[in-house]
């Protein structure tokens, strides 16, 4: 199946900054990717899909201008967390696509988020 | 619209006990199904899928059912070793009535824990 890796693997800022996760597809072209938030002992909750060389979708209730997404190339998915406060402190995970018809997602090992 | 529920944990076992975590699902297509795995400190990795009704979907020694009838796709495995213990997620992934479509459903994850 697909690789995908994220980094940094964690991060700790200062409340008030701004932190981009990237994502990207070793090796796979991956026209679609997922962003994930997931909470201590909690499921992940779809946050946005990624689309490349268009505008991200958004899920009910996440903030988009807080939220920055960016598909800039097949290979690479950003999220950008804007003036974090320690609300956001989360795991974020990105998965991508791979064989439509099984509709399977490959994930990323997750990003660890720590606002301070 | 569509759901997971998974039996709440933590689920506690002796190392060769059997194992079931149950599953049940709503969704208002096709849906197929997954079971995902995440180890301590790493990200989640597909554990096993079946596509359709009736479908058996297995791996290391894990299995599960698709039930279309009960809409059920509980987990279960023969004997558990103590490397076994994770965080197990059901999830669904709803292809609708078009067959398009790829936005992943998850249940809450059940932590298992299996000791010596």
């Known amino acids: 199946g697909a690789v995908v890796s994220q980094h940094p693997s964690w991060v700790i800022c200062k409340s008030g900054t701004s932190v981009k996760i990237e994502c990207r597809s070793l090796d796979f072209q991956a026209t679609t990717m997922f962003w994930y938030r997931q909470f201590p002992k909690q499921s992940l909750m779809l946050m946005a899909t990624?689309?490349?060389?268009?505008?991200?979708?958004?899920e009910q209730g996440v903030e988009k201008d807080k939220f920055l997404i960016n598909h800039a190339s097949l290979t690479l998915s950003t999220l950008t967390v804007t003036s974090a406060h320690p609300e956001d402190s989360s795991f974020y995970i990105c998965?991508?696509?791979?064989?439509?018809?099984?509709?399977?997602?490959?994930f990323g090992p997750g990003t660890r988020l720590t606002v301070l | 619209g569509d759901s997971v529920t998974q039996m709440e944990g933590p689920v506690t076992l002796s190392e060769e006990a059997f194992l079931t975590i149950n599953c049940t699902y709503t969704a208002t297509g096709y849906p197929s199904l997954f079971w995902y795995v995440q180890y301590p400190g790493e990200g989640l990795q597909l554990l096993l899928k079946?596509?359709?009704?009736?479908d058996k979907g297995s791996n290391k020694g894990f299995e599960a059912t698709y039930r279309k009838e009960t809409t059920s796709f509980h987990l279960e495995k023969g004997s558990v070793q103590v490397s076994d213990s994770a965080v197990y997620f059901c999830a669904l992934s709803d292809r609708g009535l078009t067959g398009g479509g790829n936005k992943l459903t998850f249940g809450t994850g059940t932590q298992l824990k299996v000791e010596l």
């Open positions: 998965s991508n696509r791979e064989g439509a018809s099984y509709n399977e997602q490959f």
């Open positions: 990624s689309n490349e060389g268009s505008k991200a979708t958004y």
């Open positions: 079946a596509t359709k009704a009736d």
